[in-house]
Every structure is written in structure tokens, then in C-alpha cells.
């Protein structure tokens, strides 16, 4: 770590000898910390952080590294099931990129900071006040209304704590909106004397809440009477000094320059604040006349990517940004001098995250030493003396456009620091007229620096939440206990309820009718299979050996759709085999992110297509470009591209656009479809059974008497089942895994969001080339993989079963199934799926199975 020190003398000496000032408290507090003055009127010293990466060029490893250490040690105090369902909150706007580092840290994290920046469209969830700065108010402005809901930990993350008013103003906010029973303050330094920590406790109880302190340092500031007047003087007296030594002022006509309170030398050797020495300044130039040292640099920043936490910022973009990040610093360092040997990294006020990563992977990729600070609307005295903190001071004026109108704006050791590049990184509404301006920042650096580099990051607005013109004259969804055995609150039914309605019809006659042409599969409904006792052994054996891959499948595919289709989807399984997965992702998304995502399930029919008036009924209450449709897994694809097709025609009868056919799906071994928990083809315990598995509802129906044209599709709950029912006890296995697999999570989603994961319909094709081999010569009797396979001896008529030589246990089930069935089971060495099931071709009562044998209950 870079010590506060400069020559051997300690950065907050200058201040410490004329005003009295003393840091007393940990070791390392010095090692952390300077002393600087400042034009306030509500406290005249500055604690200057040498960790932070605001005031003080630093290596962007030591600035990441602090931030992403305090996180771990948070991680550390909650555990890994409060940590995976905390919130962080960072302070505009020293603390922004620290709350991310810190964010980074927990693991799991969303990231919110408050800002300055009023955004039009955007409503405001909370503010505060923030009592010693010379801005105050904070704006709380996500994009999702649900971040700051639930009763998950709430991480507030500043970079110092003085009096903790702060904190106090925060948490009095928020608790009153968003209660919770735990909060936990984190701060580089916690500076608070011993009253204002009595205070916090004190607050802590008075709201009846956990109130716990992380620190990497802490200490407290010795301040003498009179110390504001004092220091007030002579900041007036060291500022008129310089101007009457010639010095221009920020106040001049002509523009803001470089500031320093004492004539320098040119090609005088200083202390460089960020622990280099010796290092010459380089004569300075007009920044009033124009420049063309500024060569923009474009680093592709990834589409709808947030360019910071102002917004918000999920661990699904966490993980977007980390792949990008190899490819962007490659193109900023590719647009480096060959010879550059000293480069700094510039970021601008509130934006500090990403300039900070940015500076972090290319020290990864140049050998050249890379420094990283920001720019500031704080304003602080310069003095170029080893003992004080702020060495040297660009000004300029404010360059994008800010609520509370024009103003000056600051570098700090920037200027005389010796760097030969300087890279600008500014977001897009600050990318004005005034940053190209004589006398504005860009003009400012390249009077100090040989080169410089301006790359801007796109400023990240949210859409505009959508709100339904008028409710629909739908029906509500149906919910359980009334209509399934899950919970009310983890499904709603798009269904009308057929429980009365005799709709079952042995497995032989139905699938005679279905084969030839006299009905349609979704009109009747097959007899429910009740397994044997050995059936329910395997069942529960496979759930207990498959649970921890299923729930990290779950949890890929959840943070996919959070990262490339919304921050907060609506999801809508296709009912029945992909409710089981919706919940689960479901229950992802609230135990890793603390979200309340809507759920509900629909009905999709081959042949006939989705549910257009639940579809209409989504609409009415949610935004269609929000809604993610879900499945259990692929087989050769045959539901995809009866989704696809169903949604463009849906689209030219109603007028209404929006809804993404791209269905998501735990298991996609067919290669169907982009987002997917695994390829993989194996078993998936909720395909062994029927409705116990899934909530006791019946696979959908669609039948022209029973369903008009204005009900949704119907299904039975089968309630006299409920002594067998296993559903919830799915669910409940799969999600105790997903507190242990949250590293595992997080690699196999990066994997897969940096993956080539276009679908190459290598199952349909080779459906296609079964179809023939085997003389059946119509794909839809032809169902590939593990789950479609147990489908087929559930609910068909088998013909036989191919599984790939040397499958293991996922095939137990099926193998005990085909022996129940008569049905012969061939292994096939060259079979792109573990094994497909191929429903009896042309068939007639007598060909139930290879000797005729019915299912044995």
C-alpha cells in the first residue's frame, strides 16, 4: 500500500503544525490518511484518502483491492444466506466506486448509489441529507422500485464517517419506506468520536434494528477551539498569496488554469503524491489556446450496459462488465504511445467504477505504471509542500450541465505528477461543448500532460416503466391452495379450473385417436400414473443426487435473463413442465437479489399455439418487453418454434408488440435455443412424475366446448392426490443447494454470457435422421432426451427407448419404466442425447408394448 507519506514526511503535517489538528487512533490510520484545508463554511480540514482514488493518483489494484476486502469482511459478518441477500448502498460522491469495490466483495450483491444527478423519467425512492459537504442532497434513483425493498441486510458504504449524521439522515429515510432488521456501515475510516458512536446506538435501537460498523482503520480528529475560523484564514490568505504572486485565478475571464499557491520552478523535482519521486514537471502550457493532443478512444462499451450503480447494478452485470473488460482495456491500450511509461487514468465525479476497472485490467496488459483518480466538485486548497495532502489543482468549469447550475470543478495531483498519457473517462452527458472548450478539462490536462485520451462511456437511462392503459377484463390468475398445491405467492395460474370435468381416457385410446387424426392431444387428458413404492425410491434418489446441478443450472439461467433481458422479468413458464423451473428461478432471484419477480404459467399447445388471451392479459398488467417465457428443457425444439410462431401471429391479430419468443430453459441439450443452464442432457427429477411434481395440475387442455374464445386454456388440480404430492419437497431440495453454489453460479453464468451459445439445432437434426433410420418417418413421434423420453413411457404408447451406450444413473428411472412397459431398451454408441423414446408408430391396440404389458401401478 501507498503510505500517506511523501519524502518521509507524513501528507498531513502541513495542516497539523498550523492549525493544531491531530489524527489519533489506529496504527495504520496515517498510513491512510492526509490533511488537506478547504473552502467550506461547515468544516475547514480535509481528510484526504490515499486508497480512494478521488484526490490522489493510486495504483488501481490498491484502490480495487481496499473496497473488494472490506466487502469480503462483510461477507464474512453476515454469512452466505444474509450476504446473498443483501443491498449495498454507496454515497455520492466520494463513495461510489468504493460501495462497488464493496459490492464486488459480497459476491452476490446489487449495487445502488445515490447521486446528484436528477435524471427526467426516473421517480426518486429516497434522499438525504449529507451534513459537513458543500453539496447536500442525495437522490435514490433505480431503475427497479424493489431494490431497496425487503428485509435483507442494507450495506451503506462512505469513505469516511466523522459524525455519522450521515448515516443517521440515510437510515431514517429509508426505514421509514423500506424497514428492515439489519444494516451494516462500511467506511475505509470510521472517524466518529466516542458521542457520535453513542449516537448510532443509541438510533440503532430507537428503530429496533441491527446496526453493525466495518472498518479498515479508525481513529478520530483532535480539532482546537477556533480551528473553522483558523483554517477559513488561511485558506483567504494562502489563495490571495498566490494571486498576488501572479497566479491566475479560477475567477479569471479568460478561464480556470492550473493552481498552485507558490511559484514553481519549471523542471523542478517534487514528491509525487502517488509514492513516485523525483519526478520533473513538465512545462506547462497555454490551456486557453487550442489543443490537439485529445485523441478519443473508442472502447465499445457493451450495449445497455449501466455505466455505474446510479441506477442500479446487478451481479448480472457485474458479469457482463467483467467480460468486457479484457477487450476495452486492449483498445485503450493499443491507443497508448508506444513509449509511455506513466499513464493516469482519469475519471469524472459520480463515474468512478468503471474508470476504476478500466485502470485496473490494462495495469493487467502494459508494462507502463498506470495511476487512477477522478474529478471533484469539492474544492480544496493547493499547496506544494510534501506535508500537505492536495500537491497541485486543475480548474474548470462543469461540464455536464448539473441541476444546480455552472460551477468550478477540480483535479488534484494531477498536474506536475509527471504523467506522460492522461485518459479522460467521462460518460456521455458529460462528453459537452464545455469538456472540449479552451480552459475546459480536456484543455487543462493537455497543458500538463503530452498526451491525452478521452474515452466516454454511454450514460445509462432507463427505460420508462411501462403502465397498462386500462386492466383487463380477464379473469385474475388462478393461485393455490385454491388451484394447485404450491404457495399463492410463487404462481399464478393464466387457467380456467376443469377439476369437474371428466377428461381422462386410457393411454391406449388415446393415442389411437391422437395417431389417427380423430383427435388432438390436448383434448383429453391421460390417466394420472400413480408410481410404484420402487418408482418413488428413484425418484427421491435422483433428487438427492441431482439437486446442487439442477440448482446451479437454475441459477445460471436466472442471472442470464437478468443480465441480457431485464433487470427485473416477468417470467411465465409454459405450464406444466416449466412451472417447476419458473418457482425455481424464481426463488433464485429472491434469494440472490432480494427480487419479488411475478410469476405466472401459461398454456402453450402444439399445433394450436400459446394462450392469446393470457398473453393479452399480460399485457394489460405488465410491460410484454419485460416477460421471459420458461421452460423445464429442450428436446428436438418443436415448442420453440411453436412459441416463435405463435407470438408473431398473435402480434398481427392484436397490435401488440413486445413479447420475446426466446424461451429460457434449465437444460437445452437439443441446442434450441441462448439461454440456458447447461446443455447437458440429464435427468431432471420433475420430469419422472406428473402432476405430484408439479403442483397437482394436469397437463393443459384445449377443447372447443369446454374453452370459448374469451377463457384461458384450462387444466384439472388434482386435489385426491395430495397424499403423494411431492412438489413443494422438489422445490425445497433443489433451493437448500443454492447458498453453497454461489461461486459455482457465478463462474457458470460468466461462462456461458461470454460463450458462443447460438443454437445450432443440432437435436432437431438428428430427430430428423432417427425419424428415418428407424422407418417412422414423422419427427413428432420421435422425443429426444431424458425428460421427453420419461414423458413418452408416462404418457404414450412406447415403441422403444435408445439410450447412449455407457449412460449411467440418469436412466435408472427409465430403464424401470420400460421393464414396467415391456418396452426393449437399445443402446446406440453415436447419439447426441442420452437417450430418446419413440412412440409406437401407426399404431392399434394390440402394440402396447414388445409383450403387451400395460404400466404396473
Known amino acids: 500500500m501507498n503510505k500517506a507519506v511523501n519524502d518521509g514526511v507524513w501528507s498531513g503535517s502541513w495542516v497539523a503544525e498550523r492549525l493544531g489538528v491531530e489524527l489519533v487512533g489506529d496504527d495504520g490510520l496515517t498510513d491512510l490518511l492526509g490533511l488537506a484545508l478547504r473552502r467550506n463554511p461547515k468544516r475547514a480540514h480535509l481528510l484526504v484518502s490515499h486508497v480512494l482514488g478521488k484526490h490522489v493518483p493510486q495504483s488501481p489494484s490498491v484502490v480495487y483491492g481496499h473496497g473488494f476486502d472490506l466487502g469480503r469482511r462483510v461477507r464474512d459478518l453476515l454469512g452466505a444466506e444474509e450476504a446473498g441477500r443483501a443491498v449495498v448502498l454507496g454515497y455520492a460522491e466520494t463513495a461510489t466506486g468504493l460501495g462497488h469495490c464493496v459490492a464486488d466483495g459480497l459476491g452476490s450483491a446489487p449495487y445502488l448509489h445515490s447521486t446528484r444527478r436528477p435524471v427526467p423519467g426516473v421517480a426518486t425512492a429516497g434522499g438525504f441529507e449529507e451534513s459537513h459537504s458543500h453539496a447536500t442532497s442525495h437522490l435514490l434513483l433505480p431503475q427497479d422500485p424493489a431494490l431497496l425493498v425487503g428485509d435483507g441486510p442494507l450495506v451503506l458504504v462512505d469513505d469516511e464517517f466523522s459524525t455519522g449524521n450521515t448515516v443517521l439522515n440515510t437510515v431514517r429515510d429509508l426505514h421509514e419506506r423500506y ?482 419468443p426466446e424461451i429460457a430453459v434449465l437444460a437445452d441439450p437439443g441446442s434450441c435455443v441462448r439461454t440456458y443452464g447447461t446443455r447437458e442432457d440429464f435427468l431432471i427429477p420433475s420430469a419422472c412424475l406428473n402432476s405430484t411434481v408439479s403442483g397437482l395440475i394436469s397437463r393443459t387442455v384445449l377443447r372447443a366446448d369446454l374453452v370459448g374464445p374469451n377463457d384461458f386454456h384450462g387444466a384439472k388440480f388434482y386435489r385426491e392426490l395430495a397424499g403423494t404430492d411431492v412438489s413443494v419437497a422438489f422445490l425445497d431440495a433443489v433451493s437448500a443447494r443454492f447458498p453453497e453454489l454461489l461461486d459455482a453460479v457465478d463462474a457458470q453464468a460468466k461462462e456461458l454470457l461470454s460463450g458462443d451459445r447460438a443454437p445450432t439445432w443440432e437435436g432437431w437434426a438428428a430427430v430428423e435422421r432417427i425419424s428415418e433410420e428407424y422407418g417412422i418417418h414423422d419427427v413428432n413421434l420421435v422425443k429426444p432426451g431424458v425428460g421427453e423420453t420419461t414423458r413418452v413411457l408416462l404418457r404414450r404408447v412406447p415403441w422403444k427407448i435408445l439410450a447412449r451406450a455407457g449412460a449411467g444413473a440418469d436412466l435408472d428411472h427409465v430403464r424401470l419404466l420400460a421393464e414396467q412397459r415391456g418396452v426393449p431398451v437399445e443402446e446406440v454408441a453415436e447419439l447426441p442425447y442420452t437417450c430418446v423414446g419413440l412412440i409406437h408408430p401407426k399404431y392399434t391396440r394390440g402394440a402396447t408394448g414388445a409383450d403387451g404389458r400395460a404400466v404396473t401401478v
Open 179 to 660: 424497514p428492515r432488521r439489519r444494516y451494516v456501515v462500511v467506511a475505509l475510516v470510521d472517524m466518529r468520536s466516542e458521542a457520535d458512536a453513542g449516537r448510532l446506538d443509541d438510533f440503532a435501537r430507537e428503530i429496533g434494528a441491527r446496526v453493525d460498523l466495518v472498518a479498515a482503520a479508525s481513529g478520530t480528529v483532535r480539532l482546537p477551539e477556533g480551528v473553522l475560523e483558523k483554517g477559513q484564514a488561511l485558506v483567504a490568505r494562502y489563495e490571495s498569496e498566490g494571486a498576488a504572486q501572479g497566479i491566475r485565478s479560477s475567477a479569471a475571464a479568460s478561464g480556470p488554469v492550473a493552481q498552485f499557491p507558490a511559484p514553481l520552478k519549471q523542471g523542478a523535482a517534487e514528491a509525487d503524491p502517488s509514492g513516485a519521486r523525483g519526478t520533473a514537471r513538465p512545462a506547462p502550457t497555454d490551456p486557453h489556446t487550442p489543443h490537439n493532443q485529445v485523441t478519443r478512444v473508442d472502447l465499445r462499451w457493451p450495449r445497455g450496459l449501466p455505466d455505474g450503480g446510479r441506477h442500479g447494478f446487478t451481479p448480472a452485470h457485474r458479469i457482463r462488465l467483467e467480460t468486457a473488460l479484457p477487450a476495452m482495456a486492449a483498445r485503450l491500450a493499443e491507443a497508448l504511445p508506444q513509449d509511455a511509461h506513466r499513464v493516469h487514468i482519469l475519471g469524472f465525479e459520480e463515474l468512478m467504477y468503471a474508470p476504476l476497472r478500466l485502470a485496473r485490467e490494462l495495469e493487467r496488459v502494459t508494462d507502463a505504471e498506470v495511476r487512477y483518480s477522478t474529478t471533484t466538485r469539492s474544492p480544496v486548497l493547493a499547496v506544494d509542500d510534501p506535508g500537505y495532502a492536495i500537491r497541485s489543482r486543475l480548474v474548470f468549469p462543469a461540464h455536464d450541465d448539473p441541476a444546480d447550475g455552472p460551477g468550478e470543478r477540480y483535479a488534484y495531483n494531477v498536474a506536475g505528477a509527471g504523467f506522460d498519457t492522461v485518459v479522460a473517462v467521462v460518460d456521455s452527458a458529460a462528453d459537452t461543448p464545455e469538456l472540449h472548450a479552451p480552459g475546459g478539462l480536456l484543455a487543462q490536462l493537455a497543458a500538463h500532460t503530452p498526451q491525452v485520451l478521452l474515452a466516454v462511456v454511454p450514460s445509462y437511462v432507463p427505460e420508462p416503466r411501462y403502465v397498462p392503459e386500462r386492466p383487463a377484463m380477464l379473469p385474475e390468475p388462478l393461485r393455490g391452495p385454491a388451484f394447485s398445491s404450491y404457495p399463492p405467492d410463487e404462481v399464478g395460474w393464466l387457467l380456467q379450473d376443469l377439476s369437474d370435468v371428466t377428461l381422462e381416457a386410457p393411454t391406449e385410446e388415446r393415442e389411437e385417436a391422437i395417431q389417427s387424426g380423430g383427435a388432438h392431444y390436448a383434448e383429453s387428458l391421460p390417466v394420472e400414473y400413480q408410481p410404484t413404492e420402487q418408482y418413488q425410491e428413484l425418484f427421491h434418489t435422483a433428487l438427492e443426487e441431482s439437486a446442487g446441478r439442477l440448482a446451479r443450472a437454475v441459477g445460471a439461467v436466472t442471472e442470464i435473463v437478468l443480465a441480457e433481458r431485464s433487470p427485473r422479468p416477468v417470467l411465465v413458464s409454459l405450464a406444466r413442465a416449466g412451472t417447476p423451473v419458473g418457482v425455481l428461478m424464481r426463488r433464485w432471484a429472491q434469494f440472490r437479489h432480494g427480487l419479488d419477480l411475478p410469476h405466472y404459467a401459461v398454456s402453450i399447445v402444439r399445433g394450436r399455439g400459446i394462450d392469446a388471451n393470457a398473453l393479452r392479459w399480460l399485457a394489460a398488467h405488465h410491460d410484454p418487453r419485460d416477460v421471459v417465457f420458461v421452460d423445464g428443457w429442450t428436446g428436438k425444439g418443436a415448442i420453440t418454434r411453436e412459441l416463435a410462431d405463435a407470438v408473431k401471429e398473435f402480434e398481427a391479430s392484436d397490435g401488440i408488440t413486445g413479447f420475446d
